[in-house]
C-alpha cells in the first residue's frame, strides 16, 4: 500500500521561498507519476506540477518560472521548490501518485499548509 508523507509548508512572505517534501513508501517509487496539488479555502483542487519517473514535468501555467518539481529515487522522495511566492499561492498542499499505468491519482498524503503574506 502506498504511503506519501508531506512536509516543509509554513508561513512566509510575499517574494520568498519554500519547499515541499514528499517521501513516498510501500511500493516501487519508479512505476508512480508523483504530482503536487493544491486546494486554497472555497476554490477546487487543482494539479501545481507533476513529474515521470524518467524526469518530464508538467507544471500548470500559474507556477511556471516559479516552481520546480524535481525527484531522487535513491531517496524515494519529491521536492516541489517554490520561489517568488504570492499570497495567491496560499493553500493546502498535496502530494499525490499515481501508477503509471493509470490516469487517475489514487494516493494522496495528509496534505501541508503554505500561507503567503502580503
Known amino acids: 500500500q502506498v504511503e506519501l508523507g508531506e512536509f516543509g509548508g509554513g508561513l512566509v512572505q510575499a517574494g520568498e521561498s519554500l519547499r515541499l517534501s514528499c517521501v513516498f513508501y510501500?511500493?516501487?517509487?519508479?512505476?508512480?507519476?508523483m504530482g503536487w496539488f493544491r486546494q486554497a479555502p472555497g476554490k477546487e483542487r487543482e494539479l501545481v506540477a507533476e513529474i515521470t519517473a524518467g524526469g518530464s514535468t508538467f507544471d500548470a501555467d500559474s507556477v511556471k518560472g516559479r516552481f520546480t518539481l524535481t525527484r531522487d529515487h535513491a531517496k524515494n522522495m519529491v521536492y516541489l521548490q517554490m520561489n517568488s511566492l504570492k499570497p495567491e499561492d496560499t493553500a493546502t498542499y498535496y502530494c499525490a501518485a499515481k501508477h503509471r499505468s493509470t490516469s487517475e491519482y489514487a494516493y494522496w498524503g495528509q496534505g501541508t499548509q503554505v500561507t503567503v503574506s502580503s
Open positions: 510501500g511500493s516501487t517509487f519508479s512505476l508512480y507519476v
